[in-house]
């Protein structure tokens, strides 16, 4: 597509339940990125795929936290067990090559009441 | 810890006045350098780059900033803003050998009509 999609746009969920965030990157675009912005704060890195190489899971906050990319396209982020400190915008970005910078998506609004 | 400083939280300007937001990171090394836009309700956008060469970059809308390497700043700079220009404004870096994008706290910038 023209733009990297993100669905739900917003989400509500209740305090433990899982939640399934979807990314569908700009086709093309190998590295794909899943970012966090907390109300008033700067983004928060998540996690990193590029191609087929294992994933860059360094910024993952805990291991509720997990993200599935297939091949060079969709990507789910998983939140399992939420808490109210996870409500926040996660954002997706995908990029050509690290010279490019990001082509970033609405995001997802998750609420955790 | 390594990090991408954005001094100013909230700037409010009126039309036609001046703009410099700062942006100071503290990654060693070659860097590639970014500065993205947010509108109220929209994604992120990329504003500007830099990787090398000429240190003032010209970005769109009439943005510029400027890569001062001895002060590991990354200033952008408007000469006359527009209501319009009403945003969050981003600072980012990427590291040299690294895959992802570091993100400054942001700049909420008001344009008074």
């Known amino acids: 597509g023209a733009g990297v999609s993100q669905s739900p746009s917003n989400k509500v969920t209740e305090k433990g339940k899982d939640v399934e965030l979807r990314c569908d990157p700009i086709s093309g675009h190998t590295a794909l990125y899943w970012y966090r912005q907390r109300l008033g704060q700067g983004l928060e890195f998540l996690i990193y795929?590029?191609?087929?190489?294992?994933?860059?899971k360094s910024g993952l906050p805990s291991d509720r936290f997990s993200a599935e990319r297939t091949g060079e396209s969709v990507s789910t982020l998983t939140i399992q067990r939420t808490q109210q400190e996870d409500s926040a915008v996660y954002l997706c970005?995908?990029?050509?090559?690290?010279?490019?910078?990001?082509?970033f998506g609405s995001g997802t609004r998750l609420t955790v009441v | 810890a390594q990090s991408v400083s954005q001094h100013n939280h909230h700037v409010i300007l009126s039309e036609a006045a001046s703009l410099e937001l700062g942006c100071n990171y503290s990654?060693?090394?070659?860097?590639?350098l970014f500065w993205y836009v947010q509108y109220p309700g929209q994604h992120l956008q990329l504003l500007l780059k830099?990787?090398?060469?000429?240190?003032l970059v010209k970005g769109i809308k009439g943005f510029e900033a400027e890569f001062i390497k001895s002060k590991f700043s990354f200033n952008l700079r408007k000469p006359s803003v527009q209501w319009s220009d009403t945003a969050e404004y981003f600072c980012a870096v990427i590291p040299y050998n690294n895959n992802d994008m570091r993100f400054g706290a942001g700049t909420r910038l008001t344009v008074k009509p």
């Open positions: 990654y060693g090394g070659t860097v590639n």
């Open positions: 970005a995908s990029s050509l090559d690290r010279l490019n910078g990001y082509t």
């Open positions: 795929f590029q191609g087929n190489s294992a994933p860059d």
């Open positions: 830099y990787f090398s060469g000429d240190p």
